[in-house]
């Protein structure tokens, strides 16, 4: 289906929703979706024209020091700066169809069946369903992002998590799961700080002089500040002050050392 329908457009997106959720007290919210974005990630289809050439150069410039969780900037991930996507590009295909990126985020409008042999979600092949949130210590709960009851009067959605929790087991999730993150912390074994993290994110000429950002001191030095302020806040603001003032001092230094003779 997708290969057919990019013969007649660019760039195909699947949105969270096809209908509003109800006005209860459960999650997820309409709020969920304004802060996650619009469309779901995990699928986007392209074609090889010029226009979708275009999408990925601006995509990848969005992102490039952007691909984070900041709410307060409006970034979460490489997701929701696609929001501007069917503005700024042509050709962009919603795809509504109920079996693309079936997940807990549009349950409230699916539902799931296994029928003679074939998945189905709202009568229609279920091409992928999106297992986000999933947690093997509970295969009864669809996501630990949902507390929305779902409909299964067929069981059928539960026998779907099992099955997919038994495949993960098989194939080595026990194992795989406690595999340390790569990119967690400095070549001295030290954890790296989220304010480090965008420390360096934030300073372009940082990332400029330190291509190797696990090896720099001057960075390490800053997440071992932050990790001071997270235990003692009085302590961590009399230590920034002293580093700022020693950058200070080496600044006004190199400059006399610069205009010597």
């Known amino acids: 289906r997708p290969f057919e ?23 997820p919210t309409t709020d969920t979706i304004l802060k996650h974005g619009l469309y779901n990630l995990g699928f986007v289809a392209l074609n090889a024209s010029p226009e979708s050439q275009r999408f ?17 900037t409006a970034h979460y991930v490489d997701q929701r700066v696609l929001d501007l996507s069917p503005l700024l590009f042509s050709g962009v295909h919603l795809e509504r169809h109920p079996g693309y990126n079936t997940a807990y985020w549009n349950m409230h409008t699916r539902r799931i069946r296994l029928h003679e042999g074939k998945w189905l979600s709202n009568n229609e092949p279920l091409c992928f369903f999106h297992f986000s949130g999933f947690d093997l210590s509970n295969a009864l709960s669809l996501s630990r992002d949902l507390t929305r009851p779902i409909a299964d009067p067929s069981g059928d959605l539960l026998c779907l998590l099992q099955d997919y929790r038994q495949l993960l087991l098989e194939n080595g999730f026990a194992t795989a799961h406690k595999l340390p993150y790569g990119h967690g912390c400095f070549a001295n074994g030290e954890e790296i700080l989220y304010a480090t993290r965008r420390f360096f994110r934030d300073s ?9 950002p ?3 001191q001057q960075l390490i030095l800053h997440n071992q500040l932050e990790r001071i302020k997270l235990k003692n806040p ?28």
């Open 5 to 27: 329908i990019l013969d007649d457009c660019n760039i195909i997106l699947t949105p969270h929703l096809d209908s509003d959720y109800p006005d209860d007290d459960f999650r």
């Open 56 to 72: 990925l150069e601006w995509w990848h410039a969005k992102i490039w020091n952007h691909c984070t969780r900041d709410y307060a």
């Open 204 to 212: 372009p000429s940082l990332q400029k002089a330190k291509p190797n």
């Open 214 to 216: 696990f090896r720099s």
């Open 234 to 261: 009085h302590t961590g603001r009399f230590a920034s002050r002293v580093k700022q003032r020693l950058r200070l001092a080496y600044h006004k230094l190199r400059f006399r050392l610069s205009n010597c003779g």
